[in-house]
Nanobody, 122 residues
Framework: VQLQASGGGLVQAGGSLRLSCADS????????MGWHRQAPGKQRELVAG???????YYLDSVKGRFTISRDNAKNTLYLQMNKLKSEDTAVYYC?????????????????WGQGTLVTVSS
């Protein structure tokens, strides 16, 4: 499984970015997927997750601003990020879980992309 994350960059506070994660190795339609982030000096955390169906999870601080979605036909996971804040600055990783349901347990995600940097300037 090779997950390729893209779409990061520098944006002003209040702006938007759309992250994409393409799987070139296999289909992950039966797996939960997640976008995680790690800011400098902080632990990596699950920002948004989506089950193999339609169930979603969002970190409280991004609810109403971020939207996770997936296109199984294209083997691609997305994260639409609106109203970005400086505290959203981090490296964002996409990951596939070994299970169909979303979990915040980092150990459940066995497949990780390389990360894409999101920098929000205030």
């Amino acid at each position: 499984v090779q997950l390729q994350a893209s779409g990061g960059g520098l944006v002003q506070a209040g702006g938007s970015l759309r992250l994409s994660c393409a799987d070139s190795g296999r289909t992950f339609s039966s797996n939960a997927m997640g976008w995680h982030r790690q800011a400098p000096g902080k632990q990596r955390e699950l920002v948004a997750g989506i089950s193999s169906g339609t169930a979603t999870y969002y970190l409280d601080s991004v609810k109403g601003r971020f939207t996770i979605s997936r296109d199984n036909a294209k083997n691609t996971l997305y994260l639409q990020m609106n109203k970005l804040k400086s505290e959203d600055t981090a490296v964002y990783y996409c990951a596939a879980s070994g299970d169909p349901y979303v979990t915040r347990d980092q150990l459940a995600y066995g497949y990780w992309g390389q990360g894409t940097l999101v920098t929000v300037s205030s």
